[in-house]
């Protein structure tokens, strides 16, 4: 059973209080890197793995995307992506992500956002993407940063007053399973190194283009001053990759 704690009432209504899921793409600290990654989508057609409220999915429309499919595990991130636009080109698919099976060379772009730490084979989806994706096509995606998984408590080291001491890593090359808290539910992560997400990329068949570990912007530190502390240590990972035209 693939896990979907977001059809959980309680665990989506406090899903729904955080900045990004109120307001989008902007809220997001690491969006202004991602999306520096993302190839022209003009007259392309696009697969989002793990849509959620679909920002990522309008985004690529109003780049003026041929066509976007989306997919997600949890019906309750699909009906608010769907109340969200009523756009005919933006097809919205209830699945689990280790279960897409689409055709061969099917989609330009693949794009994916904090999605993969919640699967348990990062290879099978790879060699999944690989297929479905154009030669010459172009896969980008962030996932929660190893140095931020690799313990079960994800959390900073406080001192007696509560002050952030620094962010504390262990069992880094242990890959597996996390059992740790996120919002209000205990939830299960896979935690992978840095070094097997990008040999699992290069034995499907892709080639590197990319590799950011993203701080927030200028604009978002001074809005956001607290957000000074993500200087400390790496949340996100992000990765664009490429499948290669055949010589």
């Not at 001074?222 to 490429?242: T, W």
Request: with cysteine; proline share 4%.
């Amino acid at each position: 059973m693939k896990q979907n704690k977001y059809d959980d009432t309680n665990f989506f209504s406090a899903y729904e209080q955080m900045p990004r899921s109120i307001k989008g793409l902007d809220a997001a600290g690491e969006w202004h890197v991602l999306k520096a990654l993302i190839p022209e989508l003009r007259n392309k057609n696009v697969l989002d793995l793990g849509c959620g409220f679909g920002w990522h999915c309008r985004f690529a429309r109003e780049q003026q995307a041929s066509s976007v499919v989306a997919v997600d595990i949890s019906e309750k991130m699909l009906q608010k992506a769907r109340e969200k636009t009523e756009d005919p080109l933006i097809s919205y698919i209830k699945m689990p992500i280790e279960d897409i099976n689409f055709s061969d060379s099917q989609f330009d772009v693949v794009i994916s956002s904090l999605a993969f730490h919640y699967i348990k084979s990062f290879e099978a989806i790879c060699k999944k993407i690989y297929d479905c994706l154009k030669p010459g096509g172009t896969f980008v995606f962030s996932v929660e940063h190893p140095i931020f998984t690799s313990r079960n408590k994800q959390d900073w080291h406080f001192d007696d007053h509560g002050n952030r001491l620094h962010w504390p890593v262990d069992n880094y090359q242990s890959e597996g399973v996390r059992e740790t808290t996120f919002l209000t539910e205990n939830v299960v992560k896979y935690h992978r190194t840095v070094s097997t997400y990008i040999n699992d990329l290069i034995d499907a068949g892709f080639s590197i283009r990319a590799v950011k570990e993203p701080m927030p912007s200028v604009e978002m530190l001074k809005s956001v001053p607290e957000m000074k502390d993500e200087n400390r240590r790496p949340m996100f990972l992000i990765i664009s990759v490429e499948k290669e035209i055949a010589s």
